[in-house]
């Protein structure tokens, strides 16, 4: 095994920067831990949520009544009405929610048609179902209204409305509740796991690929062809030393994240996460691969492991909610590894259950994404065969 | 015959790189095979150690058909490479050590071999150096620890020298001297001649992958008409006293150049006395004068017409 104990003792060169990379990641953890316990404390408490209403059905009595009972609920932030400006705040926090009441909508409501109001709010977060709850309250109590009580003025309508639903009911907080307990923890781990995803592209890329490429140099493959050893062991021994490399580094932060996680939970959500990124472990595994036989210097793969960690980040969402993203963007992540991996972080965050249903859901990412390791492999053979060839 | 090559190809698509090779080593000599760069030395070399496939001819090591899987082969050889084949993550000892390993089980035999081969080479004040703090020269001795520290009985030298101070080249040259002296067989290639001179038993000329001459190096200049090169340098030259000395018994060649009168000879006992006596009769006054017995480039640039360095 002289091949094996050689990759660590080369691997221990590229140790620092592997350690940036994880003493930044762990820094985002501290910093994504802490959010989540806050929200996890303020949960339950009614508050006043900040919303933006595009009001383009113009003001009358419905509308007006509607968002005076709103009111209650919501602060409302007034922001010009510009696309760009509507999405930064939401990025940004400055609005949970953004409710556009569409010209014609009181009209259709009040003939007894089906209407709709368009919504843009901050994925999983708690406070935009309050926001639907008390939208969906007002507008079916004033449908209750208008079928059984057709004569009713507009203003009538408010003040019943108003009526029946200011009782408040309060709400204890239950933390022996397992259910509310793990949708938290889905949060956190939603967010960890996809930030995880860019670690482990930047940490593999740095860690396997300068150490293939100490092997891969044409007058050390030489000597070690010259000595009575195969070639064929030299490939096991690479591959095993690559595997424990990377499932350590994997089983680490798995730990890391359930020592982190405010809920200390591991249910069947935690496996499916782990699943996930033992799979993009992989593919991850296979880029580093390729980029090691294929790069020949030491300063190229420091820039491709940022540029690549950072990119794929970036576009695949592991850093920004992929509802953040445009439709273009998407479309181009969507050829690559990492947005499968983010994508099935997300499906499993969104999990109301465990149902085999439910889990068939991830088997497609997780297809795709163990396809693209399939296909990096073949792809690196057939560049390795014919480096081989060239050298002789 | 400790290695037997017959009728060795190879070609990439055109070019011809060995053309029929034919070498043949014995058991503790130090063969060395000289040529110039292009030559295919080290071509033959690789296809000898099998890291290269060759079309046609045959290879025997130790008596056995060579081959890529030859492993009862590969263990009683060690190479040293043109270039310098370390790992730039691992230390002096740790190098050594590894590749020493690679050929010996026994853990705590590679430790006393890497001992050894460290200390073979003079490197024992660098055992914690990475190779990125060791200059040119200590690389080469690098290198070669890393090629012998399995004691190796077939050793084979690709151009070890090159770019090489001239006191590591001379530790090199010793030490290749004194593994022979331990039992070792080596083949050492090189295109510089005084090396081959310096250290070879036998000796095979090799250009456009072929062997041109070989022999011990008395047999290859004896192979040559040229026996001694004169040059005196004289401020009063002329054709005539050229034309003159042409006539002397065993001279085919006198040149005047540069103030310098180069006088080429056969083997002739007494062929520089003559000469000087022609000066101080003729009271032609002169300076330096410097006898050369013929060189391996002299060999080569007779049977080729080109110098080995060209």
Redesign the interface.
């Given at each position: 095994m002289?091949v094996f104990k050689?990759y660590f003792?080369?691997f221990?060169?590229n140790l620092f920067s592997i350690l940036v990379y994880t003493g930044l990641f762990v820094g985002i953890l501290v910093m994504i831990s802490l959010n989540i316990r806050r929200e996890e404390e303020k949960k339950f408490t009614s508050k006043e949520i900040p919303i933006l209403v595009v009001n383009e059905d113009g003001n009358n009595n419905l509308i007006e009544g509607f968002l005076n009972y709103l009111d209650a609920y919501v602060t409302y932030v007034p922001i010009e009405n510009d696309e760009e400006k509507r999405k930064d705040a939401l990025f940004y926090n400055e609005v949970y929610y953004i409710l556009t009441i569409p010209a014609g909508f009181s009209e259709a409501f009040l003939s007894g048609n089906e209407v709709e109001l368009r919504k843009e709010c901050i994925p999983n977060a708690a406070e935009t179902v309050f926001v639907d709850t008390a939208i969906n309250d007002y507008f079916n109590m004033a449908k209750v209204y208008r079928k059984h009580m057709p004569n009713l003025s507009i203003e009538e309508l408010n003040f019943y409305i108003e009526n029946n639903l200011d009782v408040e009911t309060s709400v204890a907080f239950n933390d022996n509740g397992s259910k509310n307990v793990h949708k938290g923890s889905d949060n956190y781990y939603m967010t960890y796991f996809n930030t995880l995803g860019y670690i482990l592209l930047a940490c593999f890329v740095t860690g396997v690929s300068h150490v293939l490429l100490?092997f891969n140099?044409l007058?050390?493959r030489?000597?070690?062809?010259?000595?009575?050893?195969?070639n064929r062991s030299i490939n096991i021994q690479l591959i095993l030393a690559n595997l424990v490399f990377v499932l350590s580094y994997v089983v680490v932060f798995f730990v890391i994240g359930y020592l982190f996680n405010p809920n200390k939970v591991i249910g069947m959500g935690t496996y499916l996460y782990w699943l996930n990124t033992i799979v993009f472990a992989l593919v991850t595994l296979s880029i580093s691969y390729i980029i090691g036989i294929t790069v020949t210097s030491k300063n190229a793969i420091h820039a491709i492991a940022t540029a690549l960690s950072l990119g794929l980040a970036f576009i695949s969402g592991m850093f920004v909610p992929q509802e953040f993203l445009g439709k273009a963007v998407l479309r181009l992540a969507s050829f690559t590894p990492a947005y499968w991996f983010v994508k099935a972080n997300d499906t499993i965050a969104l999990m109301s259950n465990y149902s085999w249903e439910n889990i068939r859901q991830i088997y497609l990412p997780l297809g795709i994404q163990l396809g693209f390791a399939a296909a990096i492999i073949s792809m690196s053979l057939v560049i390795s065969k014919r480096k081989s060839q060239q050298a002789? | 015959m400790i290695v037997k090559v017959k009728g060795l190809v190879k070609r990439y698509d055109k070019l011809v790189a060995l053309d029929y090779l034919d070498l043949e080593v014995a058991e503790g000599e130090i063969f060395g095979l000289l040529g110039p760069n292009g030559s295919g030395k080290t071509t033959a070399i690789n296809c000898i150690l099998s890291l290269l496939k060759y079309d046609k001819g045959s290879i025997e090591i130790f008596g056995k058909p060579m081959s890529a899987d030859a492993y009862d082969i590969k263990k009683d050889i060690g190479v040293i490479m043109q270039n310098v084949a370390v790992f730039e993550a691992l230390t002096v000892y740790e190098n050594v050590h590894y590749f020493c390993s690679l050929y010996i089980k026994d853990k705590a035999k590679v430790k006393e071999l890497t001992e050894e081969a460290i200390r073979f080479v003079s490197l024992e004040e660098y055992r914690n150096f990475y190779p990125k703090k060791l200059s040119g020269g200590l690389l080469r001795r690098l290198n070669i620890a890393c090629g012998i520290a399995h004691k190796p009985k077939l050793i084979i030298l690709d151009e070890p020298t090159v770019a090489v101070d001239p006191q590591s080249r001379n530790k090199i040259l010793e030490g290749i001297k004194r593994l022979n002296q331990e039992g070792a067989t080596i083949i050492y290639t090189s295109h510089y001649m005084e090396e081959v001179e310096q250290i070879c038993t036998n000796i095979a000329i090799i250009d456009k992958g072929r062997v041109i001459a070989k022999g011990t190096k008395d047999e290859l200049k004896s192979m040559i008409s040229i026996g001694e090169k004169i040059t005196i340098e004289t401020y009063q030259g002329n054709e005539n006293m050229v034309n003159e000395l042409k006539a002397f018994p065993n001279v085919f060649s006198v040149e005047l150049r540069d103030n310098r009168l180069e006088i080429k000879s056969n083997r002739g006992k007494n062929n520089l006395v003559h000469i000087l006596d022609y000066l101080n009769k003729n009271q032609i006054s002169f300076g330096r004068i410097v006898t050369e017995l013929p060189t391996l480039n002299d060999v080569f640039l007779e049977i080729t017409g080109k110098e080995l360095r060209d």
């Open positions: 002289q050689l003792k080369i221990k060169q100490a140099q007058d050390i030489r000597r070690n062809s010259a000595a009575p050893i195969s002789s | -």
